[in-house]
């Protein structure tokens, strides 16, 4: 009977999706959109590139995908116990403007690996498991969609699986723990040493669980890290190899990281000409200790974490402060909005991160409002219909849509017979600033065009319409794209640019205003970063401007 409940609970999913195909559900709280039911593989990872496309990646050793290699090409594939000679893809590119995807070709295993792209828009990826844990992979971003994989042999010195990489003021890349590597190194390799040690991720490992892998890594304003791992955190100048500051666990003492996965994010930066610039990171759901083990063992699933904590980095004396969340969510994804919002989305109610340990799919996002006073933070928005449960992700398009895809949570590909089948669709969510009550609000950019460059500490023209009202000055913001997967959104990063000066120009429709690009890399690393100008809590849609 309880095969037969799973095998019907599967196909009423999958008949669900069918009548989403083409149909918009709309709601006070946003809109969902299915954009493909099948790409070909399970977005484990994403990544979007400047040219508004998204790289997406799942394993390369359990099984064929449904999307073959180009060409005809397979690849022999010896660590795969299903397929030895595969030939399907396990990485495709999706062009945001055409709603079309293409297969890419990696060679070795990518299975929660971490990535960041350099200031020049390429995407470097690394680590993952067996052939991969050493590799580091380049993916360089091309208009005639010929561009592939190129893998670098001994790319790492240590095994990389389940790291977290950040990208660094002078373009580098760091790359932090992994599963037994209570050490970081760089990409590119420095001189060396290039291996440090870094006791803080052997001081958080709880035994038999870990809950300390992915650890959430931001870079603060005076060019240190903050570096949070299980339920608490530590300041670290990497250069010194030297722990700046401690920080208190998490009230409570419950883990928030894999495999009792919450998701955190630096929330958005402002005052930036600050002498001393306001640092704030808020960590939200995960699971209480020993979830894992209980789940895995006993069958047994525990209730997810119902709480955000939130902290004040550069101040003297930090605490955290813990806030209630609309629900418990373990596996959510957090993404920063171009209006400075921050959106919970994906995972599950009860269980934990890890294979066939997550139960309760949570389909209602939340949006959190930094700015509003305690207890009145969240609004749950429009829930989706799709079960995004472990291996999901979602990632901030320019277009201020968030695209969400992912969720396996099977050692293999697999579609029938269990509760929540691997999941291969891809879909849109339009936050509740897209929705055309607002359009006469909605600024349009009309210069600098995309791609332009702009330099640290320079005062930039920004000329847009809006059709509707303008109340005040206008914000500008920039976010850096995210590498994203195991519900934790890698170089996140939202700046809050201070205004010069703002004024109507010529036509009443239209309006200029000037802001202070930030002054120094520790604040905003160099690269690509999307650009958007938000009226009253209605961003434009973005442009990509170089900062270098």
């Given at each position: 009977?309880?095969?037969?409940?799973?095998?019907?609970?599967?196909?009423?999913?999958?008949?669900?999706?069918?009548?989403?195909?083409c149909k918009v559900s709309l709601a006070a709280g946003g809109k969902w959109k299915l954009l493909r039911p099948n790409v070909g593989?399970?977005?484990?990872?994403?990544?979007?590139?400047?040219?508004?496309?998204?790289?997406?990646?799942?394993?390369?050793?359990?099984?064929?995908?449904?999307?073959?290699?180009?060409?005809?090409?397979?690849?022999?594939?010896?660590?795969?116990?299903?397929?030895?000679?595969?030939?399907?893809?396990?990485?495709?590119?999706?062009?945001?403007?055409?709603?079309?995807?293409?297969?890419?070709?990696?060679?070795?295993?990518?299975?929660?690996?971490?990535?960041?792209?350099?200031?020049?828009?390429?995407?470097?990826?690394?680590?993952?498991?067996?052939?991969?844990?050493?590799?580091?992979?380049?993916?360089?971003?091309?208009?005639?969609?010929?561009?592939?994989?190129?893998?670098?042999?001994?790319?790492?010195?240590?095994?990389?699986?389940?790291?977290?990489?950040?990208?660094?003021?002078?373009?580098?890349?760091?790359?932090?723990?992994?599963?037994?590597?209570?050490?970081?190194?760089?990409?590119?390799?420095?001189?060396?040493?290039?291996?440090?040690?870094?006791?803080?991720?052997?001081?958080?490992?709880?035994?038999?669980?870990?809950?300390?892998?992915?650890?959430?890594?931001?870079?603060?304003?005076?060019?240190?890290?903050?570096?949070?791992?299980?339920?608490?955190?530590?300041?670290?100048?990497?250069?010194?190899?030297?722990?700046?500051?401690?920080?208190?666990?998490?009230?409570?003492?419950?883990?928030?990281?894999?495999?009792?996965?919450?998701?955190?994010?630096?929330?958005?930066?402002?005052?930036?000409?600050?002498?001393?610039?306001?640092?704030?990171?808020?960590?939200?759901?995960?699971?209480?200790?020993?979830?894992?083990?209980?789940?895995?063992?006993?069958?047994?699933?525990?209730?997810?974490?119902?709480?955000?904590?939130?902290?004040?980095?550069?101040?003297?004396?930090?605490?955290?402060?813990?806030?209630?969340?609309?629900?418990?969510?373990?596996?959510?994804?957090?993404?920063?909005?171009?209006?400075?919002?921050?959106?919970?989305?994906?995972?599950?109610?009860?269980?934990?991160?890890?294979?066939?340990?997550?139960?309760?799919?949570?389909?209602?996002?939340?949006?959190?409002?930094?700015?509003?006073?305690?207890?009145?933070?969240?609004?749950?928005?429009?829930?989706?219909?799709?079960?995004?449960?472990?291996?999901?992700?979602?990632?901030?398009?320019?277009?201020?849509?968030?695209?969400?895809?992912?969720?396996?949570?099977?050692?293999?590909?697999?579609?029938?017979?269990?509760?929540?089948?691997?999941?291969?669709?891809?879909?849109?969510?339009?936050?509740?600033?897209?929705?055309?009550?607002?359009?006469?609000?909605?600024?349009?950019?009309?210069?600098?065009?995309?791609?332009?460059?702009?330099?640290?500490?320079?005062?930039?023209?920004?000329?847009?319409?809006?059709?509707?009202?303008?109340?005040?000055?206008?914000?500008?913001?920039?976010?850096?794209?995210?590498?994203?997967?195991?519900?934790?959104?890698?170089?996140?990063?939202?700046?809050?640019?201070?205004?010069?000066?703002?004024?109507?120009?010529?036509?009443?429709?239209?309006?200029?205003?000037?802001?202070?690009?930030?002054?120094?890399?520790?604040?905003?690393?160099?690269?690509?970063?999307?650009?958007?100008?938000?009226?009253?809590?209605?961003?434009?849609?973005?442009?990509?401007?170089?900062?270098?």
């Open positions: 009977m309880a095969a037969r409940a799973k095998t019907l609970y599967a196909l009423l999913l999958t008949s669900l999706q069918l009548l989403l195909i593989i399970s977005a484990m990872h994403m990544q979007l590139l400047r040219n508004d496309r998204v790289v997406m990646f799942d394993r390369t050793n359990f099984g064929p995908s449904n999307i073959s290699l180009p060409n005809g090409n397979c690849r022999n594939n010896p660590q795969d116990a299903v397929s030895q000679i595969d030939c399907t893809a396990h990485s495709i590119e999706y062009d945001v403007a055409s709603n079309t995807i293409r297969p890419l070709t990696v060679q070795s295993n990518t299975w929660c690996s971490s990535g960041s792209v350099r200031p020049d828009g390429v995407l470097v990826q690394t680590g993952g498991d067996r052939d991969g844990e050493l590799k580091a992979r380049i993916f360089s971003p091309c208009s005639n969609k010929k561009c592939d994989w190129v893998e670098i042999n001994n790319g790492l010195t240590k095994r990389r699986w389940y790291s977290s990489n950040h990208i660094l003021p002078d373009g580098k890349q760091i790359i932090i723990g992994g599963q037994a590597q209570f050490n970081y190194e760089f990409f590119p390799k420095t001189t060396s040493p290039n291996v440090i040690a870094l006791p803080f991720l052997a001081e958080t490992s709880d035994r038999g669980e870990e809950n300390n892998l992915y650890p959430y890594v931001f870079l603060n304003t005076d060019g240190n890290l903050f570096i949070f791992a299980n339920n608490r955190a530590i300041l670290l100048d990497y250069v010194k190899n030297t722990v700046v500051k401690t920080y208190p666990a998490i009230p409570g003492g419950d883990p928030r990281s894999y495999p009792s996965t919450g998701s955190a994010v630096l929330l958005p930066l402002k005052n930036l000409e600050a002498v001393k610039i306001d640092a704030e990171v808020l960590v939200c759901g995960g699971a209480p200790k020993g979830s894992f083990l209980l789940a895995l063992r006993r069958k047994t699933f525990v209730k997810a974490l119902d709480t955000c904590a939130r902290i004040k980095i550069n101040d003297e004396n930090p605490q955290w402060t813990v806030e209630k969340m609309p629900r418990a969510r373990v596996m959510g994804d957090m993404t920063l909005l171009p209006n400075g919002d921050v959106l919970i989305i994906n995972g599950g109610a009860s269980g934990s991160a890890a294979w066939e340990l997550g139960r309760e799919p949570v389909l209602v996002p939340d949006v959190y409002h930094p700015e509003n006073p305690v207890n009145s933070r969240f609004e749950s928005l429009n829930p989706s219909t799709i079960p995004r449960m472990y291996h999901s992700t979602a990632i901030l398009l320019r277009d201020g849509r968030v695209l969400v895809g992912g969720s396996n949570p099977h050692g293999f590909y697999n579609f029938t017979g269990v509760l929540f089948p691997t999941e291969l669709s891809l879909e849109a969510f339009s936050p509740a600033y897209l929705e055309p009550d607002f359009a006469k609000l909605r600024p349009k950019i009309v210069s600098p065009k995309s791609q332009t460059k702009i330099a640290y500490g320079m005062n930039l023209k920004l000329k847009f319409k809006v059709t509707g009202e303008v109340n005040g000055p206008v914000r500008v913001t920039m976010v850096f794209p995210s590498f994203t997967t195991h519900s934790f959104s890698m170089n996140q990063r939202l700046l809050v640019l201070d205004n010069v000066s703002f004024k109507r120009s010529g036509k009443s429709s239209n309006y200029e205003v000037q802001v202070r690009v930030p002054r120094s890399a520790n604040i905003a690393p160099p690269g690509y970063y999307m650009m958007f100008v938000v009226n009253q809590n209605i961003p434009s849609q973005g442009i990509w401007v170089r900062l270098q």
